[in-house]
């Protein structure tokens, strides 16, 4: 079974989506817009989308200004539960917050019981780069991982490029059955923005990039990339 990523000529390029259970690591550089393919791959299904640098109200608000439909996202508020205190001041210090946010997180996932579930972590790398152990961000990565398994869905994971040593990001992409690289570069004075999939278990890996621009949601460019 494959569960659609919500773009159209891409799920038509992997012949239907991503194979249930996958965990996809969304490698991606945060000028290349990576957050609209979240805002995309939560319109699949039954999606629950895990928030860590925005309010989910403002996240509702970008994906509504695209098009995409929200009735069927959960949004879980990790940045209100992490950033806002009871009396709704922002947290300045607090020394165990870094570890009950894994806590929070683990409950979260646990109660998720939808059968091919689409599970959104934007971002990850909210998680790396907290002041916990090593053992500690690996459980959570093979949670999500175990999860996307027991659900038969797909739990996307999106790791900023830049921000982590390369042992924690060969962690990340080494445990995920999927790997998106998105990324920008400059053609003459143009940007143009690229996909690659260059890891993809159960499937055939896939050897060419897309390019893709942004125009209510992600489009892909089928000029060159797509026949």
């Known amino acids: 079974m ?3 990523t919500g773009i159209l000529l891409l799920d038509k390029r992997l012949g239907g ?7 996809v690591c969304v490698y991606a550089n945060p000028v290349s817009m990576p957050e609209v393919f979240l805002y995309q791959f939560a319109s699949g299904g039954i999606s629950y989308y895990f928030t860590t640098s925005r309010l989910p109200k403002f996240i509702k608000e970008d994906m509504e200004s695209l098009g995409i439909e929200v009735e ?9 539960r992490y950033y806002i205190s009871e009396s709704g001041g922002f947290i300045i210090e607090d020394q165990y917050r870094d570890r009950d946010i894994f806590d929070f997180i683990d409950s979260e996932l646990s109660r998720i019981d939808m059968k091919n579930a689409v599970i959104i972590f934007d971002n990850l790398s909210f998680f790396m780069n907290l002041n916990v152990p090593m053992g500690l961000k690996e459980w959570l990565v093979n949670k999500i991982y175990i999860t996307a398994k027991n659900l038969e869905g797909v739990a996307y994971c999106y790791l900023i490029k830049g921000s982590h040593t390369r042992q924690l ?5 080494n445990i995920s059955d999927v790997v998106f690289d998105i990324d920008s570069e400059k053609a003459g004075d143009r940007l143009v923005n690229r996909l690659g999939i260059p890891k993809m278990r159960k499937m055939k890996p896939i050897d060419e990039t897309f390019r893709y621009y942004i125009s209510d949601g992600v489009q892909i460019d089928t000029s060159k990339d797509i026949a």
Do not use: L, W
């Not at 991503?18 to 965990?23: E, Q």
């Not at 069927?72 to 209100?80: G, I, K, L």
């Not at 990001?169 to 992409?173: G, L, P, R, S, T």
């Open 2 to 4: 494959k569960i659609s």
């Open 17 to 23: 989506g991503i194979p249930a259970g996958s965990m």
């Open 72 to 80: 069927h996202v959960e949004f879980v508020d990790v940045f209100s």
């Open 169 to 173: 990001e060969n962690m990340v992409i």
